[in-house]
């Protein structure tokens, strides 16, 4: 794996305001009926725990949820596709649709696919770096943290599933030098303060052959790009101001 800060590691599902009735990461989550002045985020699945959270913290009840699901993460030419039949499929029922995923991979395909569907995303190349923020995480690259493996909460707690296992380790443990060789460290960017979770992610490195740095990174950008989007009052949203 030679690509920096990627893991490699549809179904058009969205959550309503009680999402633990509805499944999360991999299976994504479904979403509802047209309410008038409401705001819809077309998500990765990774990212579904913390976009609830931050709903939650800040009290953001008129932005719905619908999330793609995790693995698309293996596929990243699938992604602008899902995207677009996500919005497509959504559009007539929302005042505003947001689009929570970073360039992912896609080439700055889905940045021309939202620019031309007239959506916003989050901006930055990947979650790993607007969860700690674009500026800091360029300034790392220039710096020449280019050697860096990241994981989140969503890739500790499911590190067999999206990264074990799809590379293969599982079967062929030998493998780990020819993945992992180039790698000096692995970064956890935590968004919860959970020591279980520091527990899991050094056993990860540990896995990995590679030392373990830890920063938490709390919600980012991911949380003021989210409350930016909601600032507008909902019965506004869509109107030109």
């Not at 991999?26 to 709903?55: T, V």
């Not at 990860?204 to 709390?218: F, I, V």
């Amino acid at each position: 794996m030679t690509e920096r800060a990627a893991f490699r590691p549809p179904s058009n599902q969205t959550s309503e305001r009680k999402p633990d009735a509805a499944p999360v990461g991999e299976q994504g989550l479904a979403a509802p009926e047209k309410q008038p002045g409401r705001i819809l985020l077309i998500a990765c699945g990774a990212l579904a725990r913390e976009i609830l959270a931050i709903k939650e913290i800040n009290r953001l009840d008129h932005i719905d949820l619908t999330c793609l699901p995790a693995k698309l993460h293996l596929y990243p030419d699938q992604i602008t596709l899902a995207v677009e039949d996500a919005v497509l499929q959504h559009r007539s029922r929302y005042d505003q649709i947001c689009v929570v995923y970073a360039d992912c991979g896609t080439g700055g395909t889905l940045a021309q696919k939202c620019a031309q569907l007239g959506v916003e995303m989050v901006a930055g190349p990947h979650c790993y770096s607007f969860f700690e923020g674009n500026d800091t995480f360029a300034a790392q690259s220039d710096a020449g943290e280019i050697t860096a493996f990241y994981l989140t909460d969503f890739l500790v707690k499911q590190f067999d599933a999206f990264i074990w296992r799809p590379m293969g380790l599982d079967r062929a443990p030998e493998l780990r030098e020819m993945i992992f060789g180039n790698y000096t460290k692995l970064i956890y960017q935590s968004q919860l303060s959970d020591p279980d979770l520091v527990e899991k992610a050094r056993d990860c490195a540990s896995r990995m052959g590679l030392a373990l740095e830890h920063r938490h990174t709390g919600y980012g950008e991911l949380q003021t790009t989210i409350k930016s989007w909601a600032k507008t009052p909902p019965a506004l949203q869509g109107e030109t101001l």
